[in-house]
């Protein structure tokens, strides 16, 4: 099955690169201008590896927050088909705990 997530990442990012004919930099370490139409899951996983996430407690809630995203980061969102939104309204949110 992770294979498969993998497979379909790769292929949407792709896809989305090769329609608008552009090709992604960022995803390489240590060479932040190489650019690839192709990148592989692993890179485009890898882009997303410094995320932090805090949860704070106070009086019967939970508040959280995530590290900003970074351009290439919210490109890859876009390119996914994900509107930036669906990460940025997970900051700040509060809930009770169980």
Same mark, same amino acid.
């Given at each position: 099955?992770? &294979?498969?997530?993998? $497979?379909?990442?790769e292929f949407q990012v792709r896809s989305s690169? &090769?329609? !608008?004919?552009?090709?992604?930099?960022?995803?390489?370490?240590? !060479?932040? &201008?190489?650019?690839t139409a192709r990148p592989t899951a692993e890179?485009?996983?890898?882009?997303?590896?410094?995320?932090?996430?805090?949860?704070?407690?106070?009086? !019967?809630? /939970?508040?959280?927050?995530?590290? !900003?995203?970074?351009?290439? %980061? %919210?490109?890859?969102? /876009?390119?996914?088909?994900?509107?930036? $939104?669906?990460?940025? %309204?997970?900051d700040g949110q509060s809930f009770t705990p169980?």
């Open positions: 099955m992770g &294979k498969r997530v993998l $497979t379909l990442l690169l &090769k329609s !608008n004919e552009e090709k992604l930099a960022g995803v390489y370490i240590g !060479n932040p &201008k190489r650019e890179l485009i996983l890898a882009t997303f590896k410094e995320i932090t996430l805090i949860l704070i407690e106070t009086k !019967n809630e /939970v508040y959280a927050h995530l590290t !900003n995203l970074s351009l290439l %980061q %919210q490109r890859i969102l /876009v390119l996914l088909g994900f509107p930036i $939104t669906i990460y940025t %309204q997970l169980k």
